[in-house]
């Protein structure tokens, strides 16, 4: 379904070369390495938010990046859903309404089922500023499952919650990716979240180990 092909890219200095990556439904995979290693960069150009220097991806058959503007905006309205570090959410309107912009862009309507699975079904009329860093988080979460993506990108999804929080959610992800054939590619620095997934892969070096970290 995903498929990345000797993807290399570069800022100042070379972050990674050669980076090789398939993701098929249902596939839940893990990303960790040391901070600066590119693990955020790459997961941006998975998402279709940053071209490589090098290489392609290819989504359905189809080079991302090689798709006109607005190919790229339904992929991203429909197909992707992204879970920043950073939850960007809309701190002039409530939690629900939110959700509500989310839903009508990709003509979804809202779950209570899983607002109240994420445990946000009781602070959903509040305005986003008088919710905890952690409430917003599952506020950003709720916002992208809204939309029922078929691949989700996470970017370090759980930084705002404690362990039991934290596993709740990624129990939340992984039951969605089974429930609806959808895949998930996470970013963390949390091993313990890691080990979790069946695929976890360390950059390193330059270069993305397609070695299940096990321990």
């Keep these: 379904m995903l498929f ?3 993807l290399s890219h570069s800022f100042d200095y070379l972050l990674f070369e050669n ?4 993701i098929n439904p249902k596939d839940k995979v893990a990303i960790v390495g ?9 997961l941006h150009i998975l998402s279709t938010f940053l071209k490589p220097k090098k290489g ?44 509500q912009a989310a839903a009508l862009l990709a003509d979804r309507e809202v779950d209570f089922k899983l607002l109240k699975r ?13 919710l905890s860093g952690g409430q917003q988080q599952r506020v950003s979460i709720a916002r992208v499952l809204t939309k029922k993506p078929k691949v ?20 939340i992800l992984f039951e ?7 895949s998930l590619i996470v970013v963390t620095h949390d091993m313990e979240i890691a080990k979790r997934f069946k695929s976890c892969y360390l950059l390193k070096d330059k270069r993305l180990i397609a070695k299940p970290i096990r321990s």
């Design 176 to 182: 969605y990716c089974d429930e609806n054939d959808a």
């Design 34 to 42: 040391s901070s600066g290693s590119g693990k955020s960069t790459l």
């Design 152 to 171: 989700i990108f996470a970017d370090e999804p759980t930084g705002n919650l404690d362990k039991e929080n934290a596993n709740e959610v990624i129990d």
């Design 118 to 130: 994420l445990k946000i079904d009781k602070v959903i009329h509040q305005n986003i500023q008088t």
């Design 56 to 99: 392609e991806v290819f989504y359905k058959g189809k080079n991302i990046y090689k798709l006109k503007e607005k190919e790229l905006i339904e992929i991203r309205r429909r197909e992707f859903g992204i879970i920043f570090q950073f939850h960007y959410l809309f701190n002039t309107f409530t939690a629900y309404e939110n959700l």
């Design 4 to 6: 990345a092909k000797n």
């Design 19 to 22: 980076v090789n990556l398939e």
